[in-house]
Every structure is written in structure tokens, then in C-alpha cells.
């Protein structure tokens, strides 16, 4: 079976790992500062704080920016279930705004008329928006951004598929529309740790916070110690935080595959590009790219057009995997969850995501994959769909 995704593991990204294994620190030693420095000035960033999981930095993120009960997150329906459950953490309600179906990521339109309409009706504003870079491509994050001055919101981008992508010629986690970027290194990512997540931002109070959260809230720094020092044993807890620390070993990967991020995206642009090509002929629709946003291609996905012909889709999609074709769907629209039913929505809540639900398959994409892959992988899709 071709796997949907695929990590890329070289010799130096092994030998990276084993060195840190023959040395003194396995946790909180050199690696995690230089991963985040590393990160960081990819980016144009100031700060890095580097996380157990994108989950976790989502976490943080919403921690720092003082997200709590009675506030309200934003996000879109089209994204796995980190985006939204972040928020719930923390004790605050989550609300979704529907997709653009041409890029499938939040629709700037229709946040601001959500947000018109929950002014207008005396309702409560989000606290936060979390723009989530569907399959590597930036939301529109000046809309976003200008509506944030407007009502008072803040910005997580949730990047976890867009690290490597630019927007306004910019790298994604510049931060230039957004107080935190958050990046995932799980395994089906752009580059991966393994587990592992980062968040990034300009802002050096929220870097702090996030950094002491990440850390029991515990604290070495007589700086910041409430009472005296007591010797150089002594640590002081100042806050409830959490171990989402991730490891040298993790972060001495991070390194190393960072070298070849560039290298990963571009093989990624080339094989979508040759994807484009094969399917020019073929009856399913693909996402739009808009100019101002260069993609990571973290998915590619091709939607089967299924009006007037119900289930087709699954038709399509289980024909591939019989064929050996490990095709994946992304995202199950998070307002459909139970979880998130037991809280109120329901099905028609979000019109747009669910209509691309009951059409989209994502098809392998990995630096790996070859092109005779592609080759074959069209060619079993062009003979699901006329059967
Ligand atoms: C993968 C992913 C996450 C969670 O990342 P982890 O590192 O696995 O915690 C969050 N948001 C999106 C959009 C993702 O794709």
C-alpha cells in the first residue's frame, strides 16, 4: 500500500540522533534551544518555544494569551480535532466559521460577517481566531488580521501543515498578522521529531509564559521567584503548568531535517505540480491557489464531484484502497464529532465544510513518492471514477 504520507529519514538525520545519545543530555540540554533558534530564524520570528506535540504549543498558546472559562475560540471545521480541543482545555466554548470551499480555508468572508452579527445581537466576541493553513496554504491572514483590530481578537495560526510555506512573500511564523504560530513534527508533517510541535512569535512576554507553562510553571530564575532564594538547590512553582518539554533527541532531528525543508517543500511543489498535469483530463476538482500564498503541499486533495449521486466518494475511495492506494480523508467536519454535538452543534451547522466532507479524498504525498507512483495512483483514480 502507498501510505498517504511518509517521513523522510536520511543517514545524517540518524547520525544527529545518535549523537545525542552518546551524550550528557538526553532532555533540557543544547539541542531544544538550537531547534528553536533554528526555527525561529527560518521564520523571522524572535522566539521559539519548542513542545511535546503541536497539540500541546496549541495549548500553551491559548494558556499565554489568557484563555479561560467564559471565553471564546474561534476556528474552522476543517482541521483535526487539536485546533478546537486547545481551547476547550482551558475551559473556554468554541465556536466554528465555515470554509471557503475554493481554498478550504476559513472563510474571511463569512468570519466577518459572524462576527457582525454577534455585535450586532449584543452576543460575545472570540478572545481568539485560530486560521488553520489548510494542506501547507496560508489563509488569508491580512483579512484576518484587519478584522482583529477591528473586534479585539488575537491570532493563533494553527501552521501544523504549513511549515516552509510563505504568504506575502514572507515565511508562515513571521507572525506578522498573528501574536503565536504553531508548527507540528508528527511523522505525516512537512519535517518531523517524531512527536513534536513549536510555537513561535515577535511577542517576548507570551514566549516566557509558554516557556514556563511548558515546564510545571516552575521557575530557577531569582528574577522571577516570589519569595527569597534559598540556596542553589531551590525552584519556585509560580503558576500550574504542564511537562509538554520535548527532548534533545527529538530536537537534534528537528536540526537536521530543518536542512532540507526548503528541499522537501520544493520536491513537494514539483510532484503537485506533475499531479496537476495527470488530472488535467480527469473529473475531479482541485483546491485554488491564491497568488499572495506559496503552499508547503502538506496534502493534496482532489474533490469528487457527488451531486446527485450520493456515496460516490466512498465509492471512489474504497475502489483505491483495494487498488493498494492509501488514500486518506481530511477533515471529518470537527462539529460533527460527537464531542462536539454533546455541545450543541449539529449537522447543516456549517454548510460548506460538509459538502466538501462528502467529496474530498486526499491522495499520497510524500518527497519519496516517485513518479511512476503518481503515474499509477491517476491512473487507479481515473478507473475508480468511471466505474
Ligand atoms: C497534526 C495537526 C495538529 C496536531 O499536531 P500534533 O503534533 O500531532 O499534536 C493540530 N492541528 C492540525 C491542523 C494538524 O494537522
Known amino acids: 500500500m502507498i501510505p498517504y504520507a511518509r517521513q523522510d529519514i536520511q543517514p545524517e538525520d540518524i547520525e544527529a540522533v545518535v549523537d545525542v545519545l552518546r551524550s550528557d543530555y538526553l532532555t533540557q540540554g543544547p539541542m531544544v534551544p538550537r531547534f528553536e533558534q533554528a526555527v525561529a530564524d527560518y521564520c523571522g520570528a524572535a522566539h521559539g518555544v519548542a513542545t511535546n506535540s503541536a497539540t500541546s504549543a496549541l495549548h500553551l498558546a491559548c494558556l499565554s494569551l489568557g484563555v479561560g472559562p467564559g471565553d471564546l475560540v474561534w476556528t474552522s471545521p476543517i482541521t483535526f480535532v487539536a485546533s478546537a480541543n486547545c481551547a476547550r482545555y482551558c475551559g473556554a466554548e468554541v465556536d466554528f466559521v465555515d470554509i471557503d470551499p475554493a481554498t478550504v480555508n476559513i472563510s474571511p468572508e463569512r468570519l466577518s460577517e459572524k462576527l457582525e452579527q454577534a455585535r450586532a445581537a449584543g452576543g460575545r466576541l472570540p478572545k481568539v481566531v485560530i486560521p488553520v493553513h489548510f494542506a501547507g496554504q496560508s489563509c488569508d491572514m491580512a483579512s484576518i488580521g484587519r478584522l482583529a483590530a477591528e473586534y479585539g481578537f488575537r491570532i493563533i495560526e494553527d501552521a501544523s501543515h504549513a511549515i516552509g510555506a510563505r504568504y506575502q512573500r514572507a515565511p508562515v511564523g513571521s507572525c506578522r498578522y498573528s501574536d503565536i504560530t504553531v508548527f507540528s513534527f508528527h511523522p505525516v508533517k512537512i519535517l518531523t521529531t517524531g512527536e513534536g510541535g513549536m510555537a513561535v512569535t515577535n511577542d517576548e512576554a507570551l514566549a516566557e509564559r509558554m516557556r514556563s507553562l511548558r515546564s510545571h510553571g516552575v521557575t530557577r530564575d531569582p528574577e522571577r521567584m516570589v519569595l527569597d532564594c534559598e540556596g542553589a538547590w531551590y525552584y519556585e512553582q509560580i503558576d500550574l503548568g504542564f511537562n509538554y518539554r520535548m527532548t534533545d533527541i527529538q530536537a537534534a532531528l528537528g536540526v537536521s531535517q530543518l536542512k532540507r525543508l526548503d528541499a522537501f517543500v520544493s520536491r513537494r511543489r514539483d510532484l503537485v505540480a506533475h499531479y496537476d498535469e495527470m488530472l488535467v483530463d480527469v473529473p475531479v476538482c482541485l483546491s485554488r491557489m491564491l497568488p499572495q500564498s506559496e503552499s508547503s503541499h502538506h496534502l493534496y486533495v482532489v474533490r469528487i464531484p457527488s451531486e446527485g449521486r450520493p456515496g460516490r466518494r466512498t465509492r471512489v475511495f474504497d475502489s483505491l484502497r483495494e487498488q493498494g492506494v492509501g488514500v486518506n480523508v481530511h477533515y471529518i467536519p470537527l462539529h460533527l464529532q460527537p464531542y462536539y454535538r454533546n455541545l450543541g452543534f ?42
Open 346 to 387: 449539529a449537522t447543516g451547522d456549517f454548510a460548506e465544510a460538509e459538502r466538501y466532507y462528502r467529496e474530498a479524498i486526499t491522495l499520497p504525498l510524500y518527497p519519496r513518492l516517485r513518479p511512476d507512483d503518481l503515474a499509477s495512483i491517476t491512473r487507479k483514480l481515473s478507473s475508480a471514477l468511471r466505474s
